[in-house]
C-alpha cells in the first residue's frame, strides 16, 4: 500500500530520496482522510524548509490542514499542475500527486519505514 522505498513522517507526508533531492507528498493515509482536495497553499521555489516546521496548507471539502515538511532543505521544485488540478492529491497521492522537491544535506532519523508507517496508522 505505502511505496517501500519511500520515508514516511508522523504528520503524514512522505519522502522519496534521489541522491540529494527529496520529492515530498501526502499518503494515501492523508488524502482518504482529507477528502477532496480543492485547493493547495505549497511552499515557494527558494523557500527554505524545516522538519515539522508548516510550509503550507491543504484545502478539501472538508477542511483546511496545515502541510508540514518532513525534510529540511530548500525547495526547488513545486509540482504546478496540482495547484490546476488539486484532485491528483486524491488519485495518485505516492505519484502524480507529489507536492514539492527539496535539496537536502541529511534525513530525519525520525522518518519511518513503510512497516513502521503502516503500523502507525493502523
Known sequence: MYPETYKYSKEHEWVSVDGDI????????????????VFLDLPKVGDD????????????????????????????EVNDAITTTPEVVNQDPH????????????????????????EMVG
Do not use: H, R
Not at 527529496?22 to 482536495?37: E, F, N, W
Not at 505519484?95 to 503502516?118: C, I, R
Open 49 to 76: 524548509t524545516m522538519y515539522l516546521k508548516i510550509c503550507g496548507e491543504i484545502e478539501s471539502t472538508k477542511s483546511v490542514s496545515e502541510l508540514y515538511s518532513p525534510i529540511n532543505g530548500e525547495v526547488i
Open 95 to 118: 505519484g502524480e500527486g507529489w507536492l514539492f522537491k527539496v535539496k537536502f544535506t541529511e534525513l530525519s532519523s525520525e522518518l519511518m519505514t513503510a512497516a513502521e508507517y503502516q
Open 22 to 37: 527529496a520529492t515530498v507528498g501526502i499518503t494515501s493515509y492523508a488524502a482518504d482522510a482529507l477528502g477532496d482536495v
